[in-house]
Structure formats: C-alpha cells, structure tokens
Nanobody
Framework: QVQLVESGGGLVQAGGSLRLSCAASGSIFSANVMGWYRQPPGKQRELVATVTSGGRINYANSVKGRFTISRGNAKNTVYLQMNSLKPEDTAVYFC?????????????WGQGTQVTVSS
C-alpha cells in the first residue's frame, strides 16, 4: 500500500507563484513515475507534469515554461513549482505515483489540494 500526502495549495493572484509538495510512503519501488494532475471545476482530470525515477520529465503544453516538476533527494517526494499562474490554472491538484510490480501497473493518488488563482 502507498500513501501520498500533498501540501502547498492555496489562493494566489494571477502572476503569482505556488509550490506544491507530495510525500509518498509505503511500498515504493525504485522504478516509478510520480507526477501531478489537476481537475478544473466542471472538467475532467488532466495531466500537468510527470517525472520518472530516472529523471525523464513530461509537461502539458499549457504549463510549459511556467511550471517545474522535480523530485526530492529521497526520491519519494515530488514538487511542482508553479510560476506566472493564470486563472485557468485554478483546479484541484492531485499527486500521482505509478509503479509496476510483476507486470501489473499500480496507480496511487493523493487526496488533492486546491489551487485558486484570482484575476
């Protein structure tokens, strides 16, 4: 079992910055993918950014150049630095961990943290 705990959401004005953190605990394998997804009001959950345990990073086009994802030294933490925030970034942000064990893919989610960007 894996638990993900997020922190760092809040209310910020357009153009401001926020930093999200996620700490994973439990049965975490050395090879995995951690990332951030978000669900805007009334919309489906969407990818924001992911980073593999090997350091390969992927961003959604809408956040490229503004958001930076990184992993902590302990490898069980992931951060999302969000700069130049826009009202359309308003969403619940979810931390995610994907890992494979004996051919079965396991997906874990945090409880979500609200990010609200005012215009």
């Amino acid at each position: 079992q894996v638990q993900l705990v997020e922190s760092g959401g809040g209310l910020v004005q357009a153009g401001g910055s926020l930093r999200l953190s996620c700490a994973a605990s439990g049965s975490i394998f050395s090879a995995n993918v951690m990332g951030w997804y978000r669900q805007p009001p009334g919309k489906q959950r969407e990818l924001v950014a992911t980073v593999t345990s090997g350091g390969r990073i992927n961003y959604a086009n809408s956040v490229k150049g503004r958001f930076t994802i990184s992993r902590g030294n302990a490898k069980n933490t992931v951060y999302l630095q969000m700069n130049s925030l826009k009202p359309e970034d308003t969403a619940v942000y979810f931390c995610n961990l994907d890992q494979n064990w004996l051919g079965t893919q396991y997906y874990y989610w945090g409880q979500g943290t609200q990010v609200t960007v005012s215009s």
